[in-house]
T-cell receptor, first 115, second 113 residues
Framework: AQSVTQLGSHVSVSEGALVLLRCNYSSSVPPYLFWYVQYPNQGLQLLLKYTSAATLVKGINGFEAEFKKSETSFHLTKPSAHMSDAAEYFCAVSERENQGGKLIFGQGTELSVKP | EAQVTQNPRYLITVTGKKLTVTCSQNMNHEYMSWYRQDPGLGLRQIYYSMNVEVTDKGDVPEGYKVSRKEKRNFPLILESPSPNQTSLYFC????????????FGSGTRLTVV
């Protein structure tokens, strides 16, 4: 069965520092992978997705993620954190041939940015 | 503006009183889905629909019903709500399958007392 593990339920960084949010998945076939961001009292917004092309994926707001099949990882990074990046981040996976369109979500990582 | 609209945003109800949470999308998307979000559990799929009149169970369907009579609407029905259905609910839609990425609504916070 597919699963997603996000290491660290809370991550705190200083403004301007590197952001690294970790995501590992288990899947029997190369999956689709996603990162979503949730701001307080809002729905989830798609940050970026990996479907089949380049393994380094660039998303919105300066975030990027690298698909590493050998490590079954899809870590999210941003070179320089901004106060507005404070939010909860979810990694999600779906098998390519999944007809139900189901995303399996990780438990989420809350990112805090200190001034 | 392309969006998924859920109503209501907040709802407090009593055990056993039937309720419906509406969901509508204006993007002509084929796929629609309902998720619930609970602390420490992330988001879990309740039901999904691949097209009009085509619905199926997700991971946590017990106590819920859905219908898809029109492409744009996908209501979530709780026939007899119980306190363990207190949660944050999200409706989402996607143009075709999951590869395009889902667009989520703003959520409905439901409390069952």
């Amino acid at each position: 069965a597919q699963s997603v593990t996000q290491l660290g339920s809370h991550v705190s960084v200083s403004e301007g520092a590197l952001v690294l949010l970790r995501c590992n998945y288990s899947s029997s076939v190369p999956p689709y992978l996603f990162w979503y961001v949730q701001y307080p009292n809002q729905g989830l917004q798609l940050l970026l997705k990996y479907t089949s092309a380049a393994t380094l994926v660039k998303g919105i707001n300066g975030f990027e993620a690298e698909f590493k099949k050998s490590e079954t990882s899809f870590h999210l990074t941003k070179p320089s954190a901004h106060m507005s990046d404070a939010a909860e981040y979810f990694c999600a996976v779906s098998e390519r041939e999944n007809q139900g369109g189901k995303l399996i979500f990780g438990q989420g990582t809350e990112l805090s940015v200190k001034p | 503006e392309a969006q998924v609209t859920q109503n209501p945003r907040y709802l407090i109800t009593v055990t056993g009183k039937k309720l419906t949470v509406t969901c509508s999308q204006n993007m002509n998307h084929e796929y629609m889905s309902w998720y619930r979000q609970d602390p420490g559990l992330g988001l879990r799929q309740i039901y999904y629909s691949m097209n009009v009149e085509v619905t199926d169970k997700g991971d946590v369907p017990e106590g819920y019903k859905v219908s898809r009579k029109e492409k744009r609407n996908f209501p979530l029905i709780l026939e007899s709500p119980s306190p363990n259905q207190t949660s944050l609910y999200f409706c989402a839609s996607s143009p075709q399958g999951v590869s395009g990425g889902y667009t989520f609504g703003s959520g409905t916070r439901l409390t069952v007392v």
